[in-house]
Nanobody
Framework: QVQLVESGGGLVQAGGSLRLSCAAS????????MGWFRQAPGKEREFVAS????????YYADSVKGRFTISRDNAKNTVYLQMNSLKPEDTAVYYC????????????????WGQGTQVTVSS
């Protein structure tokens, strides 16, 4: 099992930046594939980015490609989401998630979830 705690959300103006962190505890962090997802009010949870256990493979939603960067520090048991050039449509609750094995983009494939952190981008 793994426990996940996100932090770093907040209110930012369009064009600004935020860095989200997700701290993990429990089973060896380097065992886990990690993903970031987001959910806006009235919408389904959607994929943002994911990374393999060693950070060798990363994947991004088209809507964030070139603006967001996922990375992990296995020594610190933490995965990050650097978000640049933020847009109002990026406003959502952001969740990190973990699973063993492959690096899917479907949120239903992830077994463990954090509580989420709110990101609000004003225009």
């Amino acid at each position: 099992q793994v426990q996940l705690v996100e932090s770093g959300g907040g209110l930012v103006q369009a064009g600004g930046s935020l860095r989200l962190s997700c701290a993990a505890s429990g089973r060896t962090f380097s065992s886990w594939t990690m993903g970031w997802f987001r959910q806006a009010p009235g919408k389904e949870r959607e994929f943002v980015a994911s990374t393999s256990r060693s950070d060798a493979w990363t994947y991004y939603a088209d809507s964030v490609k070139g603006r967001f960067t996922i990375s992990r520090d296995n020594a610190k048991n933490t995965v990050y989401l650097q978000m640049n050039s933020l847009k109002p449509e990026d406003t959502a609750v952001y969740y990190c998630a973990a699973r063993l094995g492959t690096v899917p983009t479907d949120y239903r494939a992830y077994n463990y979830w954090g509580q989420g952190t709110q990101v609000t981008v004003s225009s």
